[in-house]
Structures are given as C-alpha cells and as structure tokens.
C-alpha cells in the first residue's frame, strides 16, 4: 500500500526496515508506545488494509475488548480519536483508498499494477460493502499474489521443481546438495520481479528448510 497511495510516512516506514506496527503505534500514541499500543496499531492497520471505514475500525478496536480488555482504551471517544490520528498521520492513503472507491464507483472495477482486474458488474446497497473492501485489498494483496506467481513461473520455467504458491510463499523441492543455491536463486527472482513492479519500496525474502512442512528451520540468505 505504500508504494500504491505514496504514503510518504509509511513508504519511510517500510524503506527503514521498522517494524510497521510499531511504527504505527509510534505514530499514534508518541514515543511511550508499548506492546498494547502496537496491539490497537495492528488492528488498525489490518482493518484499513482491509478497506474498513472510519466507522469499522472503531468497532473493530470495541470489538477487541473479550479477546485482550487490557489493551482497551477507556471509552468510545478515546477509540475514535486514535482512529481520527491513524487517518491524519497517514493520510495520502486515505486519499488513495478515497480514489480506488472512485474508480470502483465509475468503472465497476479496480486493477493491480500488473493490470489484474477485480469486477463488481452490479453495484447495489447489498454488496457496496464488500465491494467497498475488496477495491482497497484487490490491488494491494493482488499485487503481492500477482509478484509471487510471476516469480514461480519464472523459476518453473528455469527447471526448479516448484510445488505450491501460498499466499507469499514458494514451495520447492530440491536436492540436500543444492539448498543453499536454490534458495539464494529464490531470493534473487523473487527480488527481482518485485523491483519492476514495486521498485520504490524494498521486499525481504526470508528462506526456511526442512524434510517435511514441519521441520522447516530458517535459512539464512545473502543480503
């Protein structure tokens, strides 16, 4: 999203290498923040992701009150305000959002960078909600999909024995001998085919191990 709405705090945010939820928190509640204050800047970021409206991320944060009451804020009032602060501080993706529901509202579609379409022949009172989510995850979660594809393709082309894509994940199998190759080569496409279609915004690629799914330890890579 911050390479998509050019978000100049979160597009700093994710060029630094931070921690975006604490970042967020930072941003939010000031220097103090601590791990309840990242719990709320998590929810939020995630339901904005999600295309949630002002109105939603409040209920969402009420609604977090049985899960984790100790990260609840005192009333209702002091959760739309941390709300009405997330949407000042990063406001160019609001703005954003407010253009992708323009264009979704105009045209019956919104579009990844890769051109990727996400279609809502008929617009009506019923499905505006969902529409009015999936306009704002269609293009960000989609890119990611489209980049993840785009890199498996290459290295099934390439020979690799390439198994599944999982949402951000590549499942390969290759020989004991040329783990630590193939994985570095992964890396390398992934990187790749991320930096033309998302050249302002760094990727990190991390590579795990193991004779089953769940064995697999963390490997580590080549900058």
Avoid at 7 to 28: K, N, Y
Avoid at 29 to 54: C, D, I, P, Q, T
Avoid at 69 to 90: G, H, R, T
Avoid at 186 to 197: G, I, Q
Wanted: proline share 4%; charged share 25%; aromatic share 8%.
């Amino acid at each position: 999203m911050g390479s998509l709405s050019q978000d100049p705090v979160l597009m700093e945010i994710f060029r630094s290498g931070r921690d975006p939820h604490g970042a967020a928190a930072e941003r939010i509640f000031g220097a103090g923040w601590g791990e309840e204050e990242r719990y709320l800047a998590k929810a939020v970021n995630f339901g904005f992701l999600y295309g949630g409206s002002k109105a939603v991320l409040v209920n969402r944060i009420m609604d977090l009150r049985g899960y984790r009451p100790s990260v609840m804020l005192p009333n209702k009032q002091a959760i739309i305000d941390v709300v009405d602060n997330y949407l000042e501080v990063f406001k160019r993706a609001l703005e954003w959002r407010n253009e992708q529901l323009a264009s979704l509202e105009r045209d019956g579609y919104v579009s990844t960078r890769t051109g990727r379409r996400r279609r809502f022949r008929l617009l009506t009172d019923t499905n505006m909600d969902e529409a009015s989510k999936a306009c704002i995850n269609a293009p960000t979660q989609g890119l990611a999909s489209d980049i993840n594809n785009l890199a498996f393709c290459q290295l099934t082309e390439e020979g690799y024995r390439t198994l599944l894509s999982i949402h951000d994940s590549i499942l390969l199998e290759v020989p004991v001998d040329r783990v630590a190759e193939s994985a570095q080569h992964v890396k390398d496409v992934l990187c790749s085919v991320w930096n033309d279609w998302v050249p302002d915004v760094p990727i990190e690629v991390d590579a795990k191990v193991g004779a089953t799914w769940g064995s697999m330890a963390k490997l580590d890579l080549q900058t």
